[in-house]
């Protein structure tokens, strides 16, 4: 199978992930059956039994956590990143949450302490560090909205 097929459905990616590890090792990783890896590797038109394949759910949590904590879901986003050794960029600007420059550099000293402090912190994991890596850069990104004044 292609990449252009299997992106067609998240079950079609699913399958091709059975077939890449084996609907054994597969089973084992996800804790259940081989016929329940079967059915969600289905595709649900041509097979009614098809589930709701991982990769579905995943992005089902990732949008409901997005909508909750933006944060926490691109550190989520990150660390699926990083398995495949690149990282989570994300592809749009954010916008001021302050009415001037002035306002929106003040803005940023929290974030930066909090990084600063994270960072210091040799008890910090991965994840909490990419987030207020990205908090920080976020708060950052917000200096340069044309918006402002």
């Not at 990449?3 to 090792?25: C, G, K, M, N, W």
């Not at 986003?77 to 398995?83: E, L, V």
């Not at 600007?93 to 040799?122: G, Q, R, W």
């Amino acid at each position: 199978m292609t990449l252009s097929v299997a992106t067609e459905h998240p079950s079609d990616l699913f399958r091709q992930a059975v077939q890449s590890v084996t609907a054994t090792v597969m089973a084992d990783l996800i804790s259940c059956g081989k016929t329940h890896v079967y059915k969600q590797a289905a595709h649900p038109d041509r097979n009614g039994e098809a589930r709701i394949s991982f990769i579905e759910k995943a992005e089902r949590m990732l949008t409901a956590i997005m909508i909750k904590n933006p944060v926490l879901a691109q550190t989520i986003a990150d660390r699926f990143c990083r398995i495949c050794g690149g990282k989570f960029v994300r592809n749009t600007p954010v916008a001021a949450d302050k009415s001037t420059l002035a306002e929106e550099l003040l803005d940023n000293l929290p974030a930066l302490s909090y990084y600063t402090e994270i960072m210091k912190d040799p008890a910090a994991t991965i994840e909490r560090k990419q987030a207020a890596k990205r908090a920080l850069l976020d708060e950052i990104e917000q200096d340069f909205d044309k918006s402002l004044a």
